[in-house]
């Protein structure tokens, strides 16, 4: 069992930005890919960004391509996404996942956060 727990949403402008923390406890967290994802009212849960086990390999959603950085630090068991250039549309709840594999589907993730609310201003 994997236990995450997100942080560092909040409020912010327009092309302001923010940058969430993903801390775990339980299993070995380096075992583990990593995942953004996130949904928006009325919407589903879509996939924002992820990085593999070491850290090496990163990969993103077009729609944040370029304005999001997914990182993780193994010492410390935390994963992170500092987003810049906010967009409203970026507005949503952000969770972030553990995975026994890779994968950009919700599916392919087995545990979850319980969501921080991210809400960007226009």
């Known amino acids: 069992q994997v236990q995450l727990v997100e942080s560092g949403g909040g409020l912010v402008q327009a092309g302001g930005s923010l940058r969430l923390s993903c801390a775990a406890s339980?299993?070995?967290?380096?075992?583990?890919?990593m995942g953004w994802f996130r949904q928006a009212p009325g919407k589903e849960r879509e996939f924002a960004a992820a990085i593999r086990r070491s850290g090496e390999n990163t990969y993103y959603a077009d729609s944040v391509k370029g304005r999001f950085t997914i990182s993780r630090d193994n010492a410390k068991n935390t994963m992170y996404l500092q987003m810049n250039s906010l967009k409203p549309e970026d507005t949503a709840v952000y969770y972030c996942a553990a995975s026994p594999s890779s994968g950009f589907s919700v599916a392919s993730y087995i545990y979850w956060g319980q969501g921080t609310q991210v809400t960007v201003s226009s």
């Open positions: 339980g299993r070995t967290f380096s075992n583990y890919a």
